[in-house]
């Protein structure tokens, strides 16, 4: 029986701002930057300094070698990235939710001395069956569709966990030439259903599903384990915000970091690779690309690679997420007894979640992913994203939504360091073109949450594909699940 637990993505299947801006994150100390005169070599360059290129930096520190970390932002943390509120509380700007069944993030949360804060509220959710509907009130374990639709919706989840299990690399051909829209479809056979299943699908994979192959789909799925394990992945966040995994990180990997340092060549030969940055240029032994894949042609990387892979990566996708943040005086719909989960498929906001920390203020994460993200991106500016996300919430709460103290609406496809949010994709015939990418390259290995093989797309992949590209490096690949670097605190 597939579960109806919702997860982060689960729910996804579906005013002016108020205050003055608050302090940014805090920027990396002074000992925790690289000056001008610095060693210019190393055994090994990270490009990147997201949970990827930092987790594979100490990891290789700790075993003895000598590392740079290029990162063009003025921070580390890549995708992941928090904001502290005056009242002292942390809102994730980035990613944000985490499970037990991540066993490399919950390690790392557990070694960093981190607090975790339950995500399980408890209450009803509020579920649009269609855009233009009033939405309806639904316990939190029921599939929130009519019987006929709801039975319809679980014979196709069925189905689909079922062509996860049985999925194999003979498929790649056939599946990757269907695009993942036609293959839902085929799996349903009432509109509604459809539409649960595609947008929770679009959720999951960020991008519309008519551009992503079946395979690219379904292997996403096999990536956490099948959908079902979905269940796991949205059961905590971090009180401090998930920028303190990178923060510990970053602190780990010390004077090695440069930032502001971007990237526009990478050359590699007989000897070494040679990488030219804005701060100069390097040499190394070794270079672990932990950009996401999108970004390869602006490093200077994309010709040093195979012409297959190249053909695969000229028909990349980008995910596309907007975040929008909406921090009110209390959690004012618990007292209605909601648990601040609205879900709505298909919509331009996919879906609410609950975020509030144990006392304080009320926040509520509004996701906008894949079309919705798209449609929500041609706003003008951030304040006019929070206007329209306060009109679709005051839709969804008929009774009335009290003024915002604060919030934020970060559309990650915007971002010039990331274009696009949670991963991105390849296009229909990018695994037939390429079964092979992200496999080490002479001197050069890939990191990312695109390249992970396990949780792709979640922090936890990015933090093993780090760890999986410096074992390549140091002999030891794979590493198994949960073992981090040692390096004590």
Known sequence: MVKSEMSRRTVLAGAAIVGTALPAPRALSAPERVGAAADRSADVIVIGAGLAGLSAARHLKAHGASVIVLEARDRAGGRVHSQRLRSGQVIDLGAQFLGDAQTHVSALVDEAGLR?????????????????????????????????????????????????????????????????????????????????????????????????????????????????????????????????????????????????????????????????????????????????????????????????????????????????????????????????????????????????????????????????????????????????????????HSAGVPDLLYARSIDWSADPFSLGGYSSRRGIGGWSAAPDLFAPHGRLHFAGTETANRWRSFMDGAIQSGLRAAGEILGTSPIPSGLLSGVER
């Open 116 to 396: 975790r804060v339950s995500a399980a509220v408890p209450g009803d959710l509020l579920y649009f069956p269609a855009e233009d509907a009033a939405p309806q009130r639904g316990a939190p374990d029921a599939f929130p569709l009519p019987v006929i639709d709801r039975l319809d919706a679980f014979q196709a989840l069925w189905r689909l966990e079922r062509s996860v299990a049985l999925l194999s690399g003979e498929d790649i051909a056939r599946l990757d030439r269907i695009d993942a829209a036609s293959f839902v479809r085929d799996k349903t056979f009432l509109d509604p259903a459809f539409h649960a299943i595609g947008g929770y699908l679009e959720g999951e994979i960020c991008t519309p599903l008519a551009g992503v192959s079946a395979y690219e789909a379904l292997e996403q799925g096999a990536s956490i384990g099948g959908f079902e394990s979905e269940g796991t992945s949205m059961r905590w966040f971090l009180a401090d915000g998930a920028e303190g995994m990178t923060r510990y990180l970053a602190h780990a990997v010390g004077g090695s970091l440069i930032l502001n340092a971007p990237v526009s060549r990478v050359a590699q030969d007989a000897g070494n690779v040679v990488v030219t940055a804005a701060t100069g240029v390097y040499r190394a032994d070794r270079v672990i690309v932990a950009v996401p894949p999108q970004f390869y042609r602006k490093i200077g990387v994309l010709h040093e690679l195979p012409a297959h892979w190249q053909a695969a990566l000229g028909g990349w996708r980008l995910g596309s997420v907007v975040k929008t943040m909406l921090v009110f005086q209390e959690p004012w719909w618990r007292r209605s007894g909601l648990s601040g989960t609205i879900v709505n498929p298909g919509g331009m906001f996919g879906a609410a979640v609950d975020a509030s920390p144990e006392t304080g203020p009320g926040i509520l994460i509004v996701f906008s992913t894949a079309r919705g993200a798209q449609a929500l991106g041609r706003f003008p500016d951030e304040k006019a994203r929070v206007a329209e996300a306060m009109r679709w919430l005051s839709h969804a």
